[in-house]
């Protein structure tokens, strides 16, 4: 059996998360003219493209799911990744640096989206990008496409008590925009109290997936971006269920891979700004649990049922400034992906953890390189990370690791002794090494229409384009920058 892709598009994205997506979704409303292909190098999941993994019911079919998800091989050191995603099997940490032992990747159509919590806030001070004046009216687009609420719990057992005592706690000077409130979340709460995560189907959405010009490939590996006289003319794409290559033509590409394959593509196609792969960021992570402090079980009806609203329970967010720079996503139990031990049958809600994301002290020696003799699974130039943490960062994390004491001790109980912190790499919100800037200095890889410097009609996306410390997540802000560029090639190639 062979398949054959197109040969000529206007687009040819690379990736089909939720970057690709939005790319793919603006190009489909705005230039409805225009054949756009996205490839994805992972299977389709799901009967619906990028459907999420939590909206599959059968618990034997999800865990499938994300197991198909899991890229080539398990990492060989016992290092455990977070079902759907894999470890760097190597090269994630040079000596004498900290490394990001805990780097991980999703292989499938719809990428991370369909593995995410949901999470949306927008960025504040200091994490905002300065230079772009429509970064509001992108973030409110990227809103739309995510299908962001901000009261999908508000009716859980405890989430007025939660925020009210981390208002408490954390409010005092903040700006009224920088106050404790609810998350953002990506979800759809039915009048039957279903909730349904926002995958990356939900961004594509039906008029896009049934589009004529536009089409999705799975199992389509993106091995080379093509180019003639500084300028885009297709990518070279290998059939991973067939075998064998084909090039496919396009007026423009835009590579929405992830913050360490979207650089690895480029230096493969000989794309190599001096600024590629460098001012890698993660945001370092100290999580807590508390026990809520003088309440009753809400969740049971006059029948001892449990009631539609104790399904699920809140989540909160203490967001990011200057003066603190770290943000909390505080999940109660119900809403919560990490399980608590066994044995423990609390309330519904009033389990709590937190999780404080610490901004990073950017340096471009912070990076990942590309290995000149050694190739990883798929055969691309294997990545070496460069990775360490500097005193300031050290000094954020003990903030940090202060700060979520003080928040469950304003809760209630803390259930143990001292905050843990997490592997570097673990928030998987890996951002910076195809950094967007204001003009071409040699800091940055595109410019603010997501444009590939000296190289016209090519385009990245996702959260290695982020060129601000954030510690926020990160998800909103690069779909809002990957519908900048989208609108962009709209207008370009209209």
Same mark, same amino acid.
Not at 133 to 150: G, I, K, Q, S, Y
């Given at each position: ?59 034997? /079919? ?39 032992? /805990?780097?991980?990747?999703?292989? $499938? ?10 999470? @949306? ?20 687009? =990227?809103?739309? #496409?995510? =299908? ?23 409010? /005092?000077?903040?700006?009224? $925009? ?77 590579? =929405? ?77 119900? =809403? ?21 994301? @610490? ?68 928030? #998987? ?14 800091? @940055? ?12 009609? #090519? ?12 510690? @926020?997540?990160?998800? #909103? ?18």
């Amino acid at each position: 059996m062979t398949r054959t892709f197109p040969g000529r598009v206007d687009v040819a994205v690379v990736g089909s998360g939720p970057c690709g997506a939005a790319v793919a979704r603006t190009l489909s409303e705005r230039a409805p003219g225009l054949t756009v292909a996205v490839f994805e190098a992972g299977p389709q999941l799901t009967a619906e493209p990028g459907r999420h993994v939590k909206s599959i019911a059968d618990p034997a /079919a999800r865990a499938e799911a994300r197991r198909r998800s899991e890229g080539p091989a398990p990492a060989p050191d016992g290092r455990t990744a977070r079902p759907g995603t894999y470890l760097l099997p190597d090269g994630y940490r040079a000596p004498g640096e900290d490394g990001l032992p /805990a780097a991980a990747m999703s292989r $499938n159509v719809g990428g991370m989206g369909v593995h995410w919590t949901g999470a @949306c806030p927008r960025p504040g001070e200091s994490e905002r990008i300065g230079f772009l004046p429509d970064l509001d009216d992108l973030l409110t687009e =990227a809103e739309r #496409l995510l =299908a962001v609420r901000h009261d999908a719990f508000d009716d859980a057992p405890f989430t007025g008590l939660v925020r009210a005592r981390l208002a408490a706690a954390f409010d /005092a000077g903040r700006s009224a $925009n920088r106050t404790v409130r609810a998350m953002p979340l990506a979800v759809r709460r039915d009048a039957d109290g279903r909730v349904t995560w926002s995958g990356t189907d939900v961004v594509l959405g039906d008029a896009t997936l049934a589009h004529p010009g536009v089409s999705l490939h799975a199992d389509a590996h993106v091995r080379r971006v093509r180019t003639a006289h500084g300028r885009v003319t297709g990518v070279l794409v290998r059939d991973l269920r067939h075998g064998g290559e084909q090039e496919v033509a396009a007026r423009a590409v835009v590579v =929405a891979a992830d913050a360490l394959r979207t650089p690895q593509l480029l230096w493969a196609s000989g794309i190599r700004p001096p600024a590629l792969g460098r001012y890698l960021n993660d945001q370092h992570q100290v999580v807590l649990a508390a026990r809520l402090a003088e309440v009753m079980d809400p969740g049971a009806g006059e029948a001892g049922h449990a009631t539609a609203a104790a399904r699920h329970s809140g989540v909160s967010w203490v967001p990011y400034t200057d003066a603190e720079p770290f943000h909390g996503q505080v999940m109660q139990l119900d =809403a919560s992906p990490v399980p608590l031990a066994d044995g423990v049958v609390p309330a519904p809600g009033s389990i709590v953890g937190l999780g404080w994301f @610490c901004a990073k002290d950017i340096r471009a020696e912070d990076r990942v390189t590309f290995d000149t003799t050694r190739t990883d699974a798929d055969g691309m130039p294997a990545p070496r990370v460069h990775y360490t943490l500097t005193a300031r960062d050290r000094a954020t994390l003990d903030a940090a690791r202060k700060a979520v004491r003080r928040a469950a001790e304003a809760l209630g109980r803390p259930l143990d002794a001292e905050p843990i912190t997490l592997p570097l790499g673990s928030s #998987l919100h890996y951002q910076g090494t195809v950094r967007m800037g204001e003009s071409d200095d040699g800091t @940055c890889v595109c410019g603010p229409d997501s444009q590939v410097w000296g190289t016209a009609g #090519l385009y990245v996306a996702g959260n290695g384009v982020i060129p601000t410390a954030t510690a @926020c997540n990160p998800t #909103l802000t690069s779909v809002a920058l990957a519908v900048g560029a989208a609108r962009h090639i709209a207008a370009a190639l209209r």
